[in-house]
C-alpha cells in the first residue's frame, strides 16, 4: 500500500517473479512426469492393464492426473491472493462510485470541509513551530543583549554624575600610543646593556636585566600620566603620581651616574657631571614624552572613560550579534512563508481534484480492473501449460502402453477421451469481460 492506495506496480513485479519461478517447475514437473508416464504404461501394457473391457483407467494413470491437479492447486493456492488485493480496489471504487452519483453534492461539501480542517489544523502546526523557534531567537537575543543594556546604564550613571556624554580624548589611537611607549623602552636597551655587562652577567641574564629596567619608564610615564589626568575624580591619584615622579627621578639619577662612569672608562677619563646631567635629560625627555602621551591618551574621569570603553566594546558585540539574529529571523519568517504556501497549493489541488473526483475514481477502478485482468490472464495461461502437459503425459503413457499390449487393442476407457483437470484460473471471470 501507498498512500492508501494499491501499489499495482509491485504486484506485477511479484506476480511475473512467482510465474517465472512456476514455469521452470513446470516443466521440471513435466519432464519427470513423462519419465514415469512412459515407465508405468510400458509396465501396465505388459499386464494388459487397463483390461479391452474396463471403464475406468488404471491407478498409473489416474496418479498422473492426481499430480497434475495438485499442481494446479499449488498454483492456486500461491496465486489466488494477488488477485484478491486489485479485486478488492475494484469493488471499492465501485461502491465510492456508486456513493458519489447518490449523495454527490453531501460528498463534495464534506470532503472540501475536511481539507479546509487539515489546512488549518496544518497551519496552526506551523505557526506553532514558527512561534517556538522565534521564541529560542528571542531568548537568545536577550542574553546577549544583557550585557550591552548593563554596560548602557552604567554609561548613563557616570554620565549624569560627570555631566558629560563621552570622555574627552585628545590622542585617539591606541595603537600609536603603545608603539610610542614601546619606542621608549626600545631606545632605553642599548645604553642600559653597557651597564649591565659591567656586572660579569652572562648575556642571556643582561638582556633580560636591561629590558626589566627599560620597561620601567613607559611604565611609570603612563601611570604618571593617568595619575594626573585623573587626579580630580580620585583625590589618592595626586599622591600616587609623586610617588611615581620620584620614583623616576631616583631611578634616573642612579642609572645616569652609572651610564657616565661607564662612558668616561670607555674612554679613559674621569667622569664628569655633565655627563650625568646629560644621561638624566635624555631619560627626562623620554619619560615626559610618555607623560604627555598618556595624560593626552585618557579622560580625566576614569569612570566615564571605562564605562565608555565597555559600552562602546559591548555595543559592537551586540551589534554583530543583532545581525547574525535579524537574519536568522528572516530565514525562519522565509521557511514558514514558504511551507504555508506549497501547504496551500497542495490544498488547493486537492479542491481541484474534488471537483474530478468521479473521474478520479473511474481512473483507479479501470486500473484495477486492467491490473486484476492482465494477473489472472497470467496465471490462466500457466494453468493452460500445467494442462496441455497433462495431456501430453497421458498420451505419452497410453501410447507405451498401447505398444506393449499383446493384442494392440485400445480399452473402453480410452475412448471416452482424457479426464480432464479441475482448472481454478479458467473458471475465475474476468471483471472486464471486453
Not at 500500500?1 to 511475473?16: E, P, R, T
Not at 646593556?193 to 627599560?214: D, H, P, R, V
Not at 500457466?382 to 506393449?404: F, P, Q, W
Not at 481454478?424 to 472486464?432: S, V
Request: aromatic fraction near 10%; charged fraction near 30%; glycine fraction near 4%.
Amino acid at each position: 500500500m501507498k498512500n492508501g492506495k494499491l501499489n499495482f506496480d509491485a504486484i506485477m513485479d511479484s506476480v511475473l517473479g512467482l510465474i517465472s519461478q512456476q514455469k521452470n517447475k513446470v516443466d521440471e514437473h513435466h519432464e519427470r512426469m513423462l519419465k514415469q508416464a512412459e515407465k508405468m504404461g510400458t509396465q501396465d501394457g505388459s499386464l494388459d492393464l487397463p483390461q479391452i473391457e474396463d471403464s475406468q483407467v488404471s491407478p498409473h494413470e489416474g496418479m498422473l492426473k492426481h499430480e497434475y491437479q495438485k499442481f494446479i492447486a499449488e498454483l492456486w493456492k500461491k496465486g489466488k491472493p494477488y488477485l484478491d488485493g486489485p479485486h478488492l480496489e475494484f469493488k471499492t471504487q465501485t461502491e465510492k462510485i456508486e456513493d458519489l452519483k447518490n449523495n454527490h453534492k453531501e460528498l463534495i461539501e464534506s470532503e472540501k470541509a475536511l481539507i479546509d480542517q487539515k489546512k488549518m489544523e496544518d497551519d496552526k502546526f506551523i505557526q506553532k513551530d514558527f512561534d517556538i523557534q522565534k521564541l529560542e531567537i528571542d531568548n537568545y537575543e536577550k542574553v546577549v543583549q544583557r550585557d550591552y543594556l548593563t554596560a548602557k546604564s552604567e554609561l548613563e550613571d557616570v554620565q549624569e554624575r560627570t555631566g558629560r556624554m563621552a570622555p574627552i580624548i585628545h590622542f585617539k589611537s591606541k595603537i600609536l600610543y603603545v608603539l610610542l611607549l614601546i619606542g621608549i623602552g626600545l631606545a632605553e636597551v642599548p645604553l642600559n646593556m653597557q651597564i649591565f655587562q659591567k656586572f660579569g652577567e652572562a648575556f642571556f641574564i643582561t638582556i633580560i636585566m636591561a629590558s626589566s629596567l627599560a620597561i620601567s619608564i613607559p611604565v611609570l610615564a603612563h601611570f604618571t600620566g593617568v595619575f594626573i589626568k585623573q587626579r580630580k575624580e580620585k583625590k589618592e591619584f595626586l599622591f600616587f603620581s609623586v610617588m611615581c615622579v620620584l620614583l623616576f627621578v631616583i631611578f634616573n639619577f642612579g642609572v645616569s651616574i652609572f651610564r657616565a662612569y661607564v662612558l668616561a672608562e670607555n674612554i679613559g677619563e674621569e667622569s664628569s657631571y655633565l655627563n650625568i646631567v646629560i644621561f638624566t635629560c635624555l631619560n627626562l625627555i623620554l619619560f615626559f614624552i610618555g607623560v604627555l602621551a598618556a595624560y593626552f591618551s585618557h579622560d580625566e574621569s576614569y569612570e566615564l572613560e571605562h564605562a565608555h570603553g565597555k559600552f562602546t566594546n559591548e555595543k559592537a558585540a551586540f551589534d554583530k550579534e543583532k545581525l547574525k539574529i535579524q537574519s536568522q529571523l528572516k530565514a525562519l519568517e522565509t521557511t514558514k512563508n514558504t511551507r504555508l504556501q506549497e501547504r496551500n497549493e497542495q490544498y488547493t489541488l486537492a479542491k481541484i481534484a474534488i471537483l474530478h473526483k468521479k473521474d478520479t475514481l473511474i481512473t483507479e477502478r479501470n486500473r484495477a480492473v486492467k491490473v486484476y485482468d492482465e494477473l489472472l490472464n497470467a496465471f490462466i495461461a500457466l494453468e493452460a501449460m500445467v494442462d496441455a502437459g497433462y495431456r501430453i503425459t497421458v498420451e505419452k503413457y497410453r501410447a507405451s502402453n498401447l505398444m506393449h499390449r499383446k493384442n494392440h487393442l485400445s480399452p473402453q476407457s480410452w475412448a471416452k477421451g482424457i479426464p480432464t483437470l479441475d482448472l481454478k484460473f479458467e473458471k475465475t471471470p474476468e471483471l472486464d469481460p471486453n
